[in-house]
């Protein structure tokens, strides 16, 4: 070893460059690394990739390595860092591109677990009027008149549709309804599952409560810790971003 912690390699050339390379080892590598993670900062790979497979301590590491075994094959003139660097950068770009693959991987398997969600949903009278209930407070939203009327009802049912109507979440039996309408519905019930799983934990969790577990907004307040205030705005803000994803379907 020598006195910087590299291994000594008798097979390189003892060169001014690389005696500088190899004496300023472990600043290039800190310098790498910093370098990497400034790249990824401004890749919008990065944002739908699980960071703990893009490790960028691991590919400095790699890009070192591959330096000091290639040294041999570096084009002359090039400086070394900037050669580690295009390398490291390779790395991080096929890294990247793997993460990218796997985020639209992981999207299309969560849309193929909200079809079976969905279509469990649809077994269940009880369960399947309560998220219907929710895709018409969707409608209402847009209209300033879901919060108050769900808020005040104790619940999704019983609110009243823009014509006037009642809506009591009661669907037709499976043997009743006609094929189309219950496509239909699945389709609803599982861009709502999506449209669900996206929204933040707290704002996720307070609509979920209030509609789907029928829960008063003291009740809610109680399981999130959240004053009842502030429950009334993530359930609101809620129905507004569901409507906008549900919007697509209609």
Known sequence: ??????????DLPSTPEWEDFRGSIVDHRKR?????????IHDARAAT????????VDLADDALCHTLDQWRSKPGGTAPFEWMLKHALLLLDAALDREALAAESRQEERAEESKLVAHDLMQDDDERAAWL??????????????????IEGGGARGVLSPDGHQFDGLTS???ASVPDERLQQRETLAALERA???LPE??????????????GIDEVAYLLDLEPDDVEIEVAEALKTLRGDLKQLR
């Open 1 to 10: 070893m020598t006195s910087n912690g590299s291994a000594a390699r008798d």
């Open 32 to 40: 790498l690394e910093r370098a990497l993670r400034r790249e990824m």
């Open 49 to 56: 990739a699980r960071l703990q497979n893009v490790a960028v």
């Open 133 to 150: 209930d929710m895709v018409e407070l969707t409608r209402l939203a847009g209209d300033g008149e879901a919060g108050d009327g769900a």
């Open 173 to 175: 039996p499976a043997d």
């Open 196 to 198: 669900l799983l996206d």
């Open 202 to 215: 707290v704002r996720r969790r307070a609509v979920a409560h209030r509609f789907l577990d029928g829960l």
